[in-house]
């Protein structure tokens, strides 16, 4: 007998199973291939995640020497709110720092990056290069020059003393950012802008500005951390209790009498430090993501 050929439903009908099975297979084989990738990125974020984790915890945690000897609960927060001049105090210094730096930040850093990447004019090169610079000297070198500066200007052991000092060493790093936020932009916008009736400062306002959001959210989220967190310069540029930022706080919260530290509540401070820095980054990380990315192509 001869054999019969095969009918072209039975022929679509091994070709569809054919083709579902290969598909499935290369989902697999896609999936273990990005396995360690997934793996090595789980262990990395558990690396440092697990002492925020641990804090927050154990800042509701009942510990022998604190204000939570037995059950959960908030006395450790509690004590700290009533320290000294109270949380409160410490929140509002801490504001005023952070909204004075991320303010001059974004306003010095905008019309600077804006100066270098669209104008042309004698020693640009040089006097970004020299910008530049002040990111390669130490910190705390300048804080007593700063200090005796601040002083003779009647802002010594003020916020907004503070505020100046760390806008001073974020402007290198947020006019290096705005500027690729710019040079990303075609000045084809800006001629279009300028076609259309609009002048240097209404297409700087109504164009760019848009243009360059991503820049600016990175900008104003690493001023804000940096102010946020910043311990050194209010030790050094604060000594009035009521006008210490809150991480000062903190650190003095440990200072206890013979040498007795309440950990509770210091775990408690980490804690309210930390909870707006991870709200912001929750909230803006695209636009951060964007910011950072915005100088990798040019259109």
């Known amino acids: ?176 950012m705005m500027r690729i936020s710019f040079e990303s932009i075609p000045r084809e916008l800006d001629e279009a802008a300028l076609v259309d009736g609009c002048n240097s400062f209404s297409a700087l306002w109504r164009v760019l500005l848009p243009a360059t959001k991503p820049g600016l959210i990175t900008v104003g989220l690493f001023a804000f951390l940096t102010a946020w967190n910043d311990f050194i310069a209010p030790l050094i540029l604060i000594s009035d209790t009521n006008r210490m930022t809150l991480p000062l706080a903190v650190a003095n919260l440990r200072g206890q009498t013979m040498g007795v530290i309440d950990y509770g509540a210091t775990l408690a401070g980490v804690a309210v430090l930390a909870l707006p820095c991870v709200l912001l980054f929750l909230v803006l990380q695209r636009h951060y993501v964007q910011g950072f990315m915005s100088g990798a192509f040019k259109g």
Do not use: C, D, H
Not at 90 to 110: A, E, K, P, Q, R
């Open 1 to 176: 007998m001869t054999a019969l050929a095969p009918t072209e439903t039975e022929v679509i009908v091994t070709e569809g199973r054919g083709a579902s099975r290969a598909p499935r297979q290369g989902g697999w084989r896609r999936l273990l291939a990005r396995a360690p990738f997934g793996i090595f990125s789980a262990a990395l974020a558990a690396v440092f995640l697990y002492p925020l984790v641990w804090a927050v915890v154990s800042s509701f945690a009942p510990r022998a020497g604190t204000s939570q000897t037995e059950g959960w609960g908030l006395g450790n927060y509690a004590t700290l709110a009533e320290f000294q001049a109270g949380i409160w105090v410490y929140l509002g210094n801490s504001l005023v720092v952070s909204g004075l730096t991320v303010i001059l930040t974004l306003v010095i850093s905008f019309l600077g990056g804006y100066a270098f990447a669209r104008f042309s004019f004698p020693g640009k090169t040089a006097l970004f290069l020299t910008t530049l610079a002040i990111l390669m000297v130490p910190y705390a070198t300048l804080l007593i020059p700063l200090y005796v500066i601040l002083n003779g200007l009647g802002l010594g052991n003020t916020t907004v003393g503070v505020a100046l000092v760390l806008t001073m060493f974020q402007l290198p790093f947020s006019t290096f």
